[in-house]
Nanobody, 121 residues
Framework: QGQLVESGGGLVQPGGSLRLSCAVSGSIIRINAMGWYRQVLGKQRELVASIGRSDTVNYADYVKGRFTISRDGAKTTLYLQMNSLKPEDTAVYYC???????????????WGQGTQVTVSS
């Protein structure tokens, strides 16, 4: 069973909105950073947005002003609100956590299974 489970992807028209959610397993007890990445077939996975341990938020230039990343206080759910979607936003979106399942364990990358977002008329 995956530690990260995404939901909320789908088909939307250009200019529309979608909200992605990522449920984080309670087995990940120490979280350093959380974020969303996306990947188009044949291309490298790229960062969309991230939240650091001190709540510092970082966005890729191509989503600034359109996407908003957020999380609940307990860090059990990560969100990505996507507005003004464009066809070039079409990709598989992945949830990412840098964390550990042990209190003093080495940090490692956790990935969700991905959710498809298609922007098309």
């Amino acid at each position: 069973q995956g530690q990260l489970v995404e939901s909320g992807g789908g088909l939307v028209q250009p200019g529309g909105s979608l909200r992605l959610s990522c449920a984080v397993s309670g087995s990940i007890i120490r979280i350093n950073a959380m974020g969303w990445y996306r990947q188009v077939l044949g291309k490298q996975r790229e960062l969309v947005a991230s939240i650091g341990r001190s709540d510092t938020v970082n966005y890729a230039d191509y989503v600034k002003g359109r996407f908003t990343i957020s999380r609940d206080g307990a860090k059990t759910t990560l969100y990505l609100q996507m507005n003004s979607l464009k066809p070039e936003d079409t990709a598989v979106y992945y949830c990412h956590v840098l964390g550990s399942q042990l209190p003093l364990g080495i940090l490692r990358d956790y990935w969700g299974q991905g959710t498809q977002v298609t922007v098309s008329s």
